[in-house]
Protein backbone atom coordinates (compact mmCIF):
# COMPACT_ATOMS: atom_id res chain seq x y z
CA UNK A 1 0.00 0.00 0.00
CA UNK A 2 1.50 3.49 -0.74
CA UNK A 3 2.34 5.77 1.95
CA UNK A 4 -0.37 8.04 3.50
CA UNK A 5 -0.38 11.36 2.20
CA UNK A 6 -3.51 13.60 3.62
CA UNK A 7 -3.95 13.77 7.75
CA UNK A 8 -6.27 14.69 9.79
CA UNK A 9 -4.94 15.50 13.86
CA UNK A 10 -8.07 15.18 16.23
CA UNK A 11 -7.06 16.84 19.42
CA UNK A 12 -4.80 18.86 17.37
CA UNK A 13 -4.43 21.83 19.58
CA UNK A 14 -3.14 19.56 22.65
CA UNK A 15 0.42 19.65 24.48
CA UNK A 16 1.29 17.08 21.34
CA UNK A 17 -0.87 17.90 18.94
CA UNK A 18 0.06 21.22 18.58
CA UNK A 19 4.00 20.12 18.18
CA UNK A 20 2.95 16.90 15.73
CA UNK A 21 0.70 18.83 13.53
CA UNK A 22 3.52 21.32 12.16
CA UNK A 23 5.75 18.52 11.78
CA UNK A 24 3.34 16.66 10.07
CA UNK A 25 3.00 19.89 7.76
CA UNK A 26 6.07 20.14 7.19
CA UNK A 27 6.94 16.97 6.20
CA UNK A 28 3.67 15.99 3.99
CA UNK A 29 2.95 19.85 2.94
CA UNK A 30 0.52 22.57 4.82
CA UNK A 31 -2.75 21.44 2.94
CA UNK A 32 -2.69 17.90 3.59
CA UNK A 33 -2.69 17.99 7.05
CA UNK A 34 -6.20 18.96 8.78
CA UNK A 35 -5.84 19.97 12.33
CA UNK A 36 -8.87 19.69 14.20
CA UNK A 37 -9.90 19.87 18.28
CA UNK A 38 -13.04 20.31 20.18
CA UNK A 39 -12.09 24.13 20.93
CA UNK A 40 -11.36 27.14 18.44
CA UNK A 41 -8.38 28.38 17.49
CA UNK A 42 -8.95 31.38 15.64
CA UNK A 43 -5.68 33.49 15.47
CA UNK A 44 -3.28 30.30 16.23
CA UNK A 45 -0.68 29.24 14.30
CA UNK A 46 -2.33 25.93 13.70
CA UNK A 47 -5.32 27.95 12.36
CA UNK A 48 -3.22 29.98 10.48
CA UNK A 49 -1.04 27.88 8.75
CA UNK A 50 -3.07 24.84 7.28
CA UNK A 51 -6.64 23.66 7.22
CA UNK A 52 -8.31 23.71 10.99
CA UNK A 53 -11.92 22.51 11.67
CA UNK A 54 -13.81 22.07 14.70
CA UNK A 55 -14.03 18.49 15.59
CA UNK A 56 -16.30 16.11 18.10
CA UNK A 57 -14.33 12.87 18.01
CA UNK A 58 -17.10 11.48 19.91
CA UNK A 59 -19.43 12.59 16.79
CA UNK A 60 -19.15 10.14 13.85
CA UNK A 61 -21.01 12.06 11.52
CA UNK A 62 -18.31 14.56 11.56
CA UNK A 63 -15.16 12.74 11.25
CA UNK A 64 -17.24 11.29 7.82
CA UNK A 65 -17.82 14.75 6.80
CA UNK A 66 -14.02 16.02 7.35
CA UNK A 67 -12.40 12.31 5.92
CA UNK A 68 -14.95 13.03 2.17
CA UNK A 69 -14.31 16.88 2.44
CA UNK A 70 -10.50 16.55 2.64
CA UNK A 71 -10.33 13.25 0.87
CA UNK A 72 -8.27 11.86 4.39
CA UNK A 73 -5.92 8.75 4.44
CA UNK A 74 -4.68 8.68 7.89
CA UNK A 75 -6.18 9.99 11.24
CA UNK A 76 -4.26 10.95 14.10
CA UNK A 77 -6.19 10.49 17.01
CA UNK A 78 -4.55 12.52 19.76
CA UNK A 79 -7.96 13.37 21.74
CA UNK A 80 -8.17 12.28 25.14
CA UNK A 81 -8.68 13.17 28.98
CA UNK A 82 -5.54 12.11 30.64
CA UNK A 83 -4.98 10.60 34.11
CA UNK A 84 -5.51 13.15 36.76
CA UNK A 85 -8.27 14.62 34.95
CA UNK A 86 -9.88 11.55 33.91
CA UNK A 87 -10.12 10.33 37.38
CA UNK A 88 -11.82 13.35 38.29
CA UNK A 89 -14.55 12.22 35.74
CA UNK A 90 -14.26 8.32 34.29
CA UNK A 91 -17.36 8.05 32.77
CA UNK A 92 -16.24 10.99 30.47
CA UNK A 93 -12.71 9.49 30.04
CA UNK A 94 -14.25 6.17 29.22
CA UNK A 95 -16.57 8.16 26.62
CA UNK A 96 -13.88 10.52 24.49
CA UNK A 97 -11.01 8.05 25.14
CA UNK A 98 -12.95 4.98 23.89
CA UNK A 99 -16.28 5.80 21.94
CA UNK A 100 -13.82 8.41 20.19
CA UNK A 101 -11.11 5.66 19.57
CA UNK A 102 -14.17 3.14 18.43
CA UNK A 103 -15.34 5.73 15.91
CA UNK A 104 -11.84 6.93 14.19
CA UNK A 105 -10.96 2.81 13.79
CA UNK A 106 -15.23 2.44 12.35
CA UNK A 107 -14.64 5.85 9.98
CA UNK A 108 -11.13 4.05 8.93
CA UNK A 109 -12.71 0.58 8.02
CA UNK A 110 -15.03 2.08 6.29
CA UNK A 111 -13.01 4.86 4.23
CA UNK A 112 -10.19 2.73 3.87
CA UNK A 113 -8.07 4.50 5.33
CA UNK A 114 -4.55 3.83 4.94
CA UNK A 115 -3.21 4.29 8.87
CA UNK A 116 -4.82 5.01 12.24
CA UNK A 117 -2.69 6.64 14.91
CA UNK A 118 -3.52 6.73 18.32
CA UNK A 119 -1.44 6.96 21.09
CA UNK A 120 -1.06 5.04 24.48
CA UNK A 121 0.31 5.18 27.40
CA UNK A 122 2.38 4.10 30.72
CA UNK A 123 -0.50 4.36 32.05
CA UNK A 124 -1.40 1.03 30.78
CA UNK A 125 0.78 -0.78 33.32
CA UNK A 126 -0.33 -1.00 37.22
CA UNK A 127 0.44 -1.88 40.43
CA UNK A 128 1.58 -5.97 39.55
CA UNK A 129 3.33 -5.22 36.61
CA UNK A 130 7.22 -4.88 36.77
CA UNK A 131 8.43 -1.71 37.24
CA UNK A 132 11.63 -1.76 36.13
CA UNK A 133 12.93 -2.41 33.07
CA UNK A 134 8.96 -3.01 32.32
CA UNK A 135 8.75 -5.68 29.40
CA UNK A 136 6.89 -5.09 26.34
CA UNK A 137 4.46 -7.78 27.05
CA UNK A 138 3.76 -7.94 30.89
CA UNK A 139 1.05 -7.54 33.06
CA UNK A 140 -1.39 -5.01 32.38
CA UNK A 141 -3.69 -4.37 35.46
CA UNK A 142 -3.79 -0.10 35.65
CA UNK A 143 -5.80 1.35 38.32
CA UNK A 144 -6.98 4.50 36.96
CA UNK A 145 -10.16 5.03 34.30
CA UNK A 146 -7.33 6.68 32.32
CA UNK A 147 -5.14 3.52 32.24
CA UNK A 148 -8.46 1.45 31.26
CA UNK A 149 -9.15 3.11 28.73
CA UNK A 150 -5.57 2.67 26.92
CA UNK A 151 -5.54 -1.23 27.71
CA UNK A 152 -8.72 -1.21 26.15
CA UNK A 153 -7.53 1.06 23.45
CA UNK A 154 -4.79 -1.17 22.61
CA UNK A 155 -6.72 -4.37 22.12
CA UNK A 156 -9.25 -2.36 20.04
CA UNK A 157 -6.41 -1.42 17.87
CA UNK A 158 -5.15 -4.65 17.54
CA UNK A 159 -8.86 -6.21 16.68
CA UNK A 160 -9.31 -3.57 13.78
CA UNK A 161 -6.08 -4.65 12.49
CA UNK A 162 -6.59 -8.84 12.63
CA UNK A 163 -10.16 -8.51 11.77
CA UNK A 164 -10.55 -5.63 9.10
CA UNK A 165 -7.03 -4.95 8.40
CA UNK A 166 -6.70 -1.34 10.07
CA UNK A 167 -3.56 -0.35 10.15
CA UNK A 168 -3.92 0.99 13.58
CA UNK A 169 -0.44 2.21 15.06
CA UNK A 170 0.89 3.18 18.61
CA UNK A 171 3.23 4.24 21.17
CA UNK A 172 3.38 3.78 24.61
CA UNK A 173 4.25 7.78 25.34
CA UNK A 174 6.05 7.95 28.66
CA UNK A 175 5.45 11.48 30.44
CA UNK A 176 6.01 14.35 27.39
CA UNK A 177 8.13 17.04 27.98
CA UNK A 178 7.59 20.43 26.07
CA UNK A 179 7.92 24.50 26.18
CA UNK A 180 4.63 25.11 23.68
CA UNK A 181 2.19 23.84 24.84
CA UNK A 182 1.15 23.02 28.38
CA UNK A 183 0.22 19.51 29.61
CA UNK A 184 -3.51 18.89 29.30
CA UNK A 185 -3.96 16.99 32.72
CA UNK A 186 -1.73 14.09 33.74
CA UNK A 187 0.44 12.53 36.77
CA UNK A 188 3.50 13.81 34.61
CA UNK A 189 2.51 17.35 34.88
CA UNK A 190 4.91 17.97 37.23
CA UNK A 191 8.20 17.73 35.39
CA UNK A 192 6.45 20.73 32.87
CA UNK A 193 5.44 22.66 35.86
CA UNK A 194 8.71 22.77 37.32
CA UNK A 195 10.60 24.49 34.64
CA UNK A 196 7.56 27.46 34.23
CA UNK A 197 7.48 28.02 38.29
CA UNK A 198 11.62 27.81 38.60
CA UNK A 199 11.87 30.50 35.88
CA UNK A 200 8.45 32.43 37.43
CA UNK A 201 9.10 32.01 40.92
CA UNK A 202 12.62 30.55 41.94
CA UNK A 203 9.98 27.63 43.53
CA UNK A 204 8.12 25.08 42.69
CA UNK A 205 5.72 22.93 45.08
CA UNK A 206 5.75 19.52 43.62
CA UNK A 207 2.83 17.39 43.79
CA UNK A 208 4.61 13.94 43.66
CA UNK A 209 7.94 12.86 45.85
CA UNK A 210 11.23 13.74 46.11
CA UNK A 211 12.01 9.96 45.33
CA UNK A 212 9.33 9.23 42.41
CA UNK A 213 10.64 7.91 38.96
CA UNK A 214 9.02 8.06 36.05
CA UNK A 215 9.43 7.23 32.57
CA UNK A 216 9.73 10.77 30.55
CA UNK A 217 10.73 11.99 27.08
CA UNK A 218 11.81 15.55 25.52
CA UNK A 219 9.14 16.71 22.58
CA UNK A 220 11.58 16.46 20.08
CA UNK A 221 12.09 12.86 20.48
CA UNK A 222 8.66 12.14 21.14
CA UNK A 223 7.57 13.98 17.61
CA UNK A 224 10.55 12.11 15.92
CA UNK A 225 9.06 8.77 17.35
CA UNK A 226 5.60 9.58 16.28
CA UNK A 227 6.86 10.38 12.72
CA UNK A 228 9.00 7.53 12.38
CA UNK A 229 5.96 4.97 13.40
CA UNK A 230 3.74 6.67 10.91
CA UNK A 231 6.54 5.88 8.49
CA UNK A 232 7.67 2.40 8.93
CA UNK A 233 6.99 0.05 6.63
CA UNK A 234 3.40 -2.27 7.18
CA UNK A 235 5.54 -5.67 7.13
CA UNK A 236 8.14 -4.68 9.60
CA UNK A 237 5.93 -4.28 12.66
CA UNK A 238 4.71 -6.94 14.65
CA UNK A 239 2.86 -5.48 17.50
CA UNK A 240 1.90 -2.35 15.79
CA UNK A 241 0.00 -0.49 18.34
CA UNK A 242 1.74 -1.06 21.67
CA UNK A 243 4.88 0.00 21.53
CA UNK A 244 7.00 0.62 24.77
CA UNK A 245 9.07 3.58 23.85
CA UNK A 246 11.93 4.89 26.51
CA UNK A 247 13.82 8.15 26.62
CA UNK A 248 14.75 9.09 30.35
CA UNK A 249 13.84 8.44 33.76
CA UNK A 250 14.57 10.44 36.78
CA UNK A 251 13.59 11.36 40.05
CA UNK A 252 11.73 14.49 40.63
CA UNK A 253 14.50 15.15 42.74
CA UNK A 254 17.08 14.57 40.13
CA UNK A 255 15.35 17.03 38.05
CA UNK A 256 15.11 19.59 40.73
CA UNK A 257 19.13 18.93 41.27
CA UNK A 258 19.51 19.69 37.07
CA UNK A 259 17.53 22.71 37.31
CA UNK A 260 19.80 23.96 39.95
CA UNK A 261 22.82 23.25 38.43
CA UNK A 262 21.14 26.27 35.90
CA UNK A 263 19.15 28.38 38.86
CA UNK A 264 21.40 27.68 41.93
CA UNK A 265 18.58 29.51 43.93
CA UNK A 266 15.84 27.08 42.46
CA UNK A 267 14.18 25.92 45.78
CA UNK A 268 11.42 22.70 45.85
CA UNK A 269 9.47 21.85 48.27
CA UNK A 270 7.48 17.84 47.65
CA UNK A 271 3.67 18.01 48.70
CA UNK A 272 2.50 14.57 47.39
CA UNK A 273 -1.75 14.78 46.52
CA UNK A 274 -3.65 11.95 44.60
CA UNK A 275 -1.47 11.80 42.43
CA UNK A 276 1.42 10.40 43.95
CA UNK A 277 -0.99 6.89 43.81
CA UNK A 278 -1.08 6.98 39.90
CA UNK A 279 2.52 7.59 39.88
CA UNK A 280 3.37 4.54 42.40
CA UNK A 281 1.80 2.31 39.91
CA UNK A 282 3.62 3.01 36.99
CA UNK A 283 6.84 2.03 35.80
CA UNK A 284 10.53 3.59 36.96
CA UNK A 285 11.81 2.28 33.66
CA UNK A 286 11.02 0.86 30.84
CA UNK A 287 12.35 -2.15 28.24
CA UNK A 288 11.78 -1.11 24.64
CA UNK A 289 14.39 -3.12 22.58
CA UNK A 290 10.99 -4.09 20.25
CA UNK A 291 10.65 -0.95 19.08
CA UNK A 292 14.40 -0.34 18.78
CA UNK A 293 14.57 -3.90 16.92
CA UNK A 294 11.02 -3.37 14.87
CA UNK A 295 11.38 -0.31 13.54
CA UNK A 296 14.84 1.72 14.61
CA UNK A 297 13.62 3.87 17.47
CA UNK A 298 16.62 5.74 19.27
CA UNK A 299 16.17 8.80 21.50
CA UNK A 300 18.11 11.92 21.26
CA UNK A 301 17.59 13.67 24.87
CA UNK A 302 19.38 13.06 28.17
CA UNK A 303 18.29 14.82 30.94
CA UNK A 304 20.95 17.28 30.82
CA UNK A 305 20.48 18.70 27.45
CA UNK A 306 16.37 18.46 27.73
CA UNK A 307 16.72 20.59 30.57
CA UNK A 308 19.06 23.17 29.02
CA UNK A 309 17.12 23.02 26.23
CA UNK A 310 13.91 23.77 28.39
CA UNK A 311 15.49 26.34 30.42
CA UNK A 312 16.83 28.27 27.31
CA UNK A 313 13.47 28.34 25.53
CA UNK A 314 11.13 29.29 28.43
CA UNK A 315 13.68 32.05 29.63
CA UNK A 316 14.21 33.65 25.98
CA UNK A 317 9.84 33.95 26.35
CA UNK A 318 10.22 35.45 29.87
CA UNK A 319 11.87 38.08 28.50
CA UNK A 320 10.04 38.58 25.72
CA UNK A 321 7.05 38.97 28.09
CA UNK A 322 5.42 35.83 26.97
CA UNK A 323 6.15 33.11 29.35
CA UNK A 324 3.06 30.56 29.01
CA UNK A 325 2.30 32.09 24.77
CA UNK A 326 2.96 28.84 23.87
P1 LIG B 1 -3.84 17.07 25.90
O1 LIG B 1 -4.77 16.91 27.04
O2 LIG B 1 -2.78 18.09 25.98
O3 LIG B 1 -4.66 17.35 24.57
C1 LIG B 1 -5.82 16.65 24.23
C2 LIG B 1 -6.58 17.47 23.22
O4 LIG B 1 -7.80 16.77 22.94
C3 LIG B 1 -6.98 18.86 23.73
O5 LIG B 1 -6.58 19.85 22.82
C4 LIG B 1 -8.50 18.79 23.86
O6 LIG B 1 -9.14 20.01 23.54
C5 LIG B 1 -8.83 17.73 22.84
N1 LIG B 1 -10.10 17.06 23.11
C6 LIG B 1 -10.63 16.71 24.31
N2 LIG B 1 -11.84 16.16 24.12
C7 LIG B 1 -12.06 16.14 22.78
C8 LIG B 1 -13.13 15.69 21.98
N3 LIG B 1 -14.24 15.16 22.50
N4 LIG B 1 -13.02 15.84 20.63
C9 LIG B 1 -11.92 16.40 20.08
N5 LIG B 1 -10.89 16.85 20.80
C10 LIG B 1 -10.95 16.72 22.14
O7 LIG B 1 -3.21 15.63 25.60
P2 LIG B 1 -1.80 15.28 24.99
O8 LIG B 1 -0.82 15.29 26.10
O9 LIG B 1 -1.53 16.10 23.78
O10 LIG B 1 -2.03 13.75 24.61
C11 LIG B 1 -2.27 13.30 23.28
C12 LIG B 1 -2.34 11.79 23.31
O11 LIG B 1 -1.11 11.27 23.83
C13 LIG B 1 -3.43 11.23 24.24
O12 LIG B 1 -3.93 10.03 23.68
C14 LIG B 1 -2.69 10.90 25.50
O13 LIG B 1 -3.32 9.88 26.23
C15 LIG B 1 -1.36 10.44 24.95
N6 LIG B 1 -0.28 10.53 25.92
C16 LIG B 1 0.18 11.74 26.35
C17 LIG B 1 1.22 11.80 27.26
C18 LIG B 1 1.78 13.10 27.75
O14 LIG B 1 2.64 13.10 28.65
N7 LIG B 1 1.36 14.23 27.20
C19 LIG B 1 1.77 10.61 27.76
C20 LIG B 1 1.24 9.40 27.35
C21 LIG B 1 0.23 9.37 26.40
N1 LIG C 1 1.41 11.99 30.87
C1 LIG C 1 0.30 11.10 30.98
C2 LIG C 1 -0.41 11.29 32.27
O1 LIG C 1 0.27 11.61 33.22
C3 LIG C 1 0.74 9.66 30.87
O2 LIG C 1 -0.05 9.06 29.94
O3 LIG C 1 -1.59 11.11 32.34
Known sequence: MSEISRILVIGALGQIGSELTPALRQRYGADNVVAADIREAKGTP??????????????????????????IDCIANMAALLSAV??????????????????????????????????????????????????????????TMYGVTKVSGELLCHYYHLRFGVDARGLRYPGIISSETLPGGGTTDYAVEIF??????????????????LPMMYMPDCIKATMDLLAAPREKLMHRSNYN????????????????????????????????????????????RIAREEWGWTPAYDLAAMTKDMLEVLTKRQAAGALYAG
Open 46 to 71: LAEDGPYEICDVTDRTRIDRLITGYK
Open 196 to 213: YKAIEDGHYDCFVREDTM
Open 245 to 288: VAAISFTAGELAAEITKHLPEFTIDYKPDERQAYADSWPRTIDD
Open 86 to 143: GEKVPQKCWEVNINGLVNTLEAAREHELKQVFCPSSIAVFGPNTPRDSTPQETVLEPT
